[in-house]
């Protein structure tokens, strides 16, 4: 069974960082398209970033220049390093792993809070 483990989680001042992980137990993950989506309350899942497999990168509009997404394949790994955080960034983050299937994880949560 597929599993996909997020940490790195919790409560953050504005402008602080964090860097969230993904640890998969897929077969074959350098092959898989990576990616970090979040959910806030009361809004749809939406897309932070992604990162393929040949290290090609897209980030949501919000966090460019902000947020840097990277994969270690050799730990099976996916990072989401977010520095600068503001409270819209509060959300529960998801990691996504992509080929013919879709794999999620559990999500972790991010509070930017004073």
């Known amino acids: 069974q597929v599993q996909l483990v997020e940490s790195g989680g919790g409560l953050v001042q504005p402008g602080g960082s964090l860097r969230l992980s993904c640890v998969a137990s897929?077969?074959?993950?350098?092959?898989?398209?990576l990616g970090w989506y979040r959910q806030a309350p009361g809004k749809q899942r939406e897309l932070v970033a992604t990162i393929t497999r040949d290290g090609n990168t897209v980030y949501v509009d919000s966090v460019k220049g902000r947020f840097t997404i990277s994969r270690d394949n050799a730990k099976k790994t996916a990072y989401l390093q977010m520095n600068s955080l503001k409270p819209e960034d509060t959300a529960v983050y998801y990691c996504?792993?992509?080929?013919?299937?879709?794999?999620w994880g559990q999500g972790t949560q991010v509070t930017v809070s004073s």
């Open positions: 897929l077969s074959i993950f350098s092959i898989y398209t």
């Open positions: 996504k792993a992509q080929l013919q299937v879709t794999y």
